[in-house]
T-cell receptor, first 112, second 114 residues
């Protein structure tokens, strides 16, 4: 299947706290999982990605974890800052369908 | 290095007209993807071109079409425009896509159909 479910749809956290966004997928052959950040009126920007042969990847305050057995992966943002406020999209490369399928997006708001 | 570019930034058309959107990929990238992002919604896959060929298309009617030129730039054409075609159209490019390559997005063309 080509389903990618993303939760929550909105998330509000206090500055300095952590934020976690989760995505689940259905195609067990999926092998590439990027996360994009889209600020208002701007293009989606890749912030981190992970491939199926890796369980976790970290880049400063951002990390992604992948559980292939359970078919879910999560974005973790620590020590959140106001500039982290944006819409975040997960995506899954569906190998059989040869396309990138996006989640519905999470609107993250960081409260000062 | 220049990123993905798109033109025009905004386009206003009336129902029934045709729209042409253009995309230039990052230098060295051979794959170009088109996505539709309706207001407040996610990205819906439209088309994928690689090495001048259409490799895949999403669940959109045939009035959405395009092509890729020898220099890897691409054009998206939307015929017989309908009001619901109003959206942000995003182009992305990658180094080709055997197993899922990183896609880099352009700034988009905002199409408004009146």
């Amino acid at each position: 299947g080509e389903n990618v479910e993303q939760h929550p749809s909105t998330l509000s956290v206090q500055e300095g706290d952590s934020a976690v966004i989760k995505c689940t997928y259905s195609d067990s052959a999926s092998n590439y999982f990027p996360w994009y950040k889209q600020e208002l009126g701007k293009r989606p920007q890749l912030i981190i990605d992970i491939r199926s042969n890796v369980g976790e990847k970290k880049d400063q305050r951002i990390a992604v974890t992948l559980n292939k057995t359970a078919k879910h992966f999560s974005l973790h943002i620590t020590e959140t800052q106001p500039e982290d406020s944006a819409v975040y999209f997960c995506a899954v490369w569906i190998q059989g369908a040869q396309k990138l399928v996006f989640g519905q997006g999470t609107r993250l708001t960081i409260n000062p | 290095e220049a990123g993905v570019t798109q033109s025009p930034t905004h386009l206003i058309k009336t129902r029934g007209q045709q729209a042409t959107l253009r995309c230039s990929p990052i230098s060295g990238h051979t794959s170009v993807y088109w996505y539709q992002q309706a207001l407040g919604l996610g990205l819906q896959f439209l088309l994928w071109y690689d090495e001048g060929e259409e490799r895949n298309r999403g669940n959109f009617p045939p009035r959405f079409s395009g092509r890729q030129f020898p220099n890897y730039s691409s054009e998206l054409n939307v015929n017989a425009l309908e009001l619901e075609d109003s959206a942000l159209y995003l182009c992305a490019s990658s180094l080709g896509s055997q197993r899922g390559e990183t896609q880099y997005f352009g700034p988009g063309t905002r199409l408004l159909v009146l």
